[in-house]
């Protein structure tokens, strides 16, 4: 093949550096641990932080650069390295967890659709609380929300005592009963009228919710399917545990159907 002109090699050019006799004294250090030249190890470093400039953004080299100060400020406090100390280690994991969220794109506080649904479910509840404060006042205590937990925790969970009983813990049945076994005519006619507002409160607040809910729905999906891309590419933790048992599972079935397999050509 012949050989391309010589104006059309790249040609190596010579860059004078200045450097701090501390800096010099640093590189010094490396090149003597490499068995290399001062000059080849800048040359080196400078084409290592060009391949990082090309590959990092400036949103992400920020975010590099504030994880690694914080690494080294928690990794004094907890006086070890993250990957030697465990307690240096669990501070740099929610470390990192925190700083990521802090980073988190498309707020959903800063969508209109979001906002507006929100600012309805807080006008609702209010209302609801306004109600329920009046009942209050004439006596008649009502929970503010119908579905919020009781005292038997499992019962939102479908729990130990069956999902008929658990819609009636949950909804106002029991308080509508209360108010009809009212034996004081006066108080019941002041508190029927005000049951009604809290039950079309009850709606409005459900109404409001599913609106929210459904403004945000977008932004779970989309943090969802991150999540999700995350497990599929990198698994670990838990995942990584059942993605073993499963393998696991499969190699003692392929066994066990192996063995009966055997069997019944010895039997025949």
């Given at each position: 093949?012949?050989?391309?002109?010589?104006?059309?090699?790249?040609?190596?050019?010579?860059?004078?550096?200045?450097?701090?006799?501390?800096?010099?004294?640093?590189?010094?250090?490396?090149?003597?641990?490499?068995?290399?030249?001062?000059?080849?190890?800048?040359?080196?470093?400078?084409?290592?932080?060009?391949?990082?400039?090309?590959?990092?953004?400036?949103?992400?080299?920020?975010?590099?650069?504030?994880?690694?100060?914080?690494?080294?400020?928690?990794?004094?406090?907890?006086?070890?390295?993250?990957?030697?100390?465990?307690t240096a280690w669990s501070a740099v994991s929610e470390m990192l967890a925190h700083i990521l969220d802090d980073a988190r794109p498309e707020d959903?506080?800063?969508d209109e659709a979001v906002a507006d649904a929100a600012a309805q479910q807080m006008a609702a509840r209010s209302e609801r609380q306004e109600i329920v404060r009046a009942l209050g006042e004439?006596?008649?205590?009502?929970?503010?929300?119908?579905?919020?937990?009781?005292?038997?925790?499992?019962?939102?969970?479908?729990?130990?005592?069956?999902?008929?009983?658990?819609?009636?813990?949950?909804?106002?049945?029991?308080?509508?009963?209360?108010?009809?076994?009212?034996?004081?005519?006066?108080?019941?006619?002041?508190?029927?009228?005000?049951?009604?507002?809290?039950?079309?409160?009850?709606?409005?607040?459900?109404?409001?919710?599913?609106?929210?809910?459904?403004?945000?729905?977008?932004?779970?999906?989309?943090?969802?399917?991150?999540?999700?891309?995350?497990?599929?590419?990198?698994?670990?933790?838990?995942?990584?545990?059942?993605?073993?048992?499963?393998?696991?599972?499969?190699?003692?079935?392929?066994?066990?159907?192996?063995?009966?397999?055997?069997?019944?050509?010895?039997?025949?």
């Open positions: 093949m012949a050989r391309q002109p010589l104006e059309k090699e790249q040609k190596r050019q010579q860059v004078a550096v200045r450097l701090s006799p501390d800096a010099r004294e640093e590189i010094g250090k490396i090149a003597e641990a490499r068995g290399t030249s001062v000059g080849a190890e800048v040359e080196r470093l400078a084409l290592e932080r060009l391949k990082y400039l090309s590959r990092a953004d400036a949103e992400t080299q920020d975010l590099f650069d504030k994880a690694l100060d914080r690494i080294e400020h928690l990794q004094r406090q907890a006086k070890g390295r993250w990957y030697k100390n465990l959903p506080n800063e004439l006596g008649f205590a009502v929970r503010e929300d119908p579905k919020q937990a009781t005292l038997y925790g499992a019962l939102r969970q479908g729990g130990l005592l069956g999902s008929s009983l658990r819609e009636r813990v949950q909804s106002r049945s029991w308080e509508s009963a209360a108010i009809d076994a009212l034996t004081d005519e006066g108080m019941k006619a002041q508190v029927e009228p005000l049951f009604e507002a809290l039950l079309l409160a009850d709606r409005k607040v459900d109404e409001a919710a599913e609106k929210w809910s459904a403004a945000m729905t977008a932004y779970w999906q989309a943090e969802q399917d991150g999540r999700r891309l995350a497990v599929e590419i990198y698994p670990f933790g838990l995942a990584k545990q059942l993605g073993g048992l499963v393998d696991l599972a499969k190699g003692l079935g392929s066994n066990l159907l192996a063995k009966a397999g055997r069997r019944h050509a010895g039997d025949d």
